[in-house]
């Protein structure tokens, strides 16, 4: 599939005013004049009076207030170009297949949660061999979650893939959840989550690792400085990753550093602005560079990229300041900044960055009005497992 080039916002009150003007009503046609025409010296007034408003919105549409200084030390080149440009295997296909034999109505609801989007392969040929049961996969497999940014300070309201690690359970799989520091740096969270390798029990089943948002930075920073335990994982599935950073942490670093790193909040330990840095597109390109060659664990990419009724009422102000560069963002993070290069790419989920991992609506029920919940997390979850095992099991053709 082709990336998009970036835009910027046009004048909307400027466009809306034109349209209006020009577009309201039937048009005329061009030939034969009417038997009534208006005489000239009142059609002379209606130029006049035409031209008198257009000429202002014109010069209002010139005059309008540019978007802030989006060049600066800090801003890293990027070029356009498709996924496989940058390494990256399209898996969408036999992803959207396996999603879709786990969702009823599969055709309207994957249509619904799974976009469609230019080169996207048919749909795989079926396999000589049916695909593994749930038990299968469960034998093969453990599960693990990895949160987010601030996921710990408001774990007891809402706790990311809570509703999936409960329907994973029931069918029969381990789940781990790995409690990292909601306000922890990449290193300070690569130390957790060593941590919780040690503490595993001895299981010869490797680890489906799913690391959501800012968890896939700690998860990466893991690997790399901790690569004898992280030999237990097979494959690390980002669920809208901050692979590549937010624009949005320029802006506040400082603001957060401030007010919110050392703020007290319940179950959640203080934050040195570390953990904003972090999230940083600069911070994140170096961080590639100098390590990327050090993750040698398979990571496969689940986009978030919700269509603009999806995004939830809660994260539209963000969602606006991130469409400034492109309105294809999930509300935390642009749809490119997910894609891991050298990745499996799964899809692109129609979810915003909280409802593709969070149950809000679940969870709090009386603040539904700010969410657009409804993503069908299990499936694409299971969906992954089984596309991840697919892929380790098959030949590479890379």
């Known amino acids: 599939m082709t990336s998009t080039v970036l835009m910027t916002p046009r004048p ?111 749909a795989p040929p079926p396999r000589t061999a049916l695909p593994p049961t749930t038990a299968d996969l469960a034998q093969r497999y453990r599960i693990a979650f990895v949160p987010g940014f601030l996921s710990e300070c408001f774990e007891r309201m809402a706790r990311p893939f809570a509703d999936t690690e409960r329907a994973l359970r029931d069918r029969g799989y381990t789940v781990d959840f790995f409690k990292t520091s909601g306000r922890g740096s990449a290193a300070v969270n690569a130390r957790r989550l060593a941590g919780h390798f040690e503490s595993l029990a001895p299981d010869p089943r490797p680890i489906i690792l799913f690391a959501y948002s800012k968890g896939l930075p700690d998860t990466l920073a893991f690997i790399a400085a901790y690569p004898e335990a992280a030999s237990r994982i097979a494959a690390v599935v980002s669920v809208a990753g901050a692979a590549n950073g937010s624009p949005l942490a320029d802006d506040l670093l400082t603001p957060y550093g401030n007010l919110v790193a050392d703020l007290p909040l319940p179950g959640c330990e203080a934050g040195s602005g570390e953990e904003m840095h972090d999230l940083r597109r600069d911070v994140r390109l170096a961080w590639w560079r100098e390590y990327g060659t050090q993750i040698r664990v398979p990571v496969f990419t689940l986009v978030a990229a919700p269509r603009p009724q999806n995004v939830s009422p809660g994260m539209r102000s963000t969602y606006r300041w991130l469409a400034r560069i492109d309105p294809r963002n999930d509300g935390r993070l642009l749809w490119f900044d997910q894609v891991v290069p050298g990745s499996h790419l799964l899809g692109y989920a129609n979810a915003d960055h909280w409802t593709i991992a969070i149950p809000v609506t679940e969870a709090l029920p009386r603040f539904g009005v700010l969410f657009q919940d409804g993503a069908p997390r299990t499936a694409l979850v299971e969906g992954a497992i089984e596309v991840v095992d697919y892929s380790l099991r098959s030949p590479s053709p890379r």
């Not at 296909?93 to 599969?106: F, P, W």
């Open 12 to 122: 909307h009150a400027q466009i809306t005013m034109l349209h209006s003007l020009f577009a309201a009503g039937p048009r005329r046609p061009l030939t034969a004049p009417s038997p009534t025409r208006r005489p000239a010296r009142r059609r002379r007034s209606l130029t006049l009076r035409t031209s008198a408003a257009v000429l202002p919105a014109l010069l209002m549409a010139g005059c309008a207030s540019l978007p802030p200084d989006l060049y600066s030390p800090s801003t890293t080149p990027i070029a356009l170009g498709s996924t496989s440009d940058f390494g990256v295997r399209d898996l969408r296909a036999s992803y959207r297949a396996a999603v879709c034999r786990r969702i009823s109505g599969a055709d309207e609801r994957c249509a619904e949660w799974l976009l469609e989007l230019a080169g996207e392969d048919p």
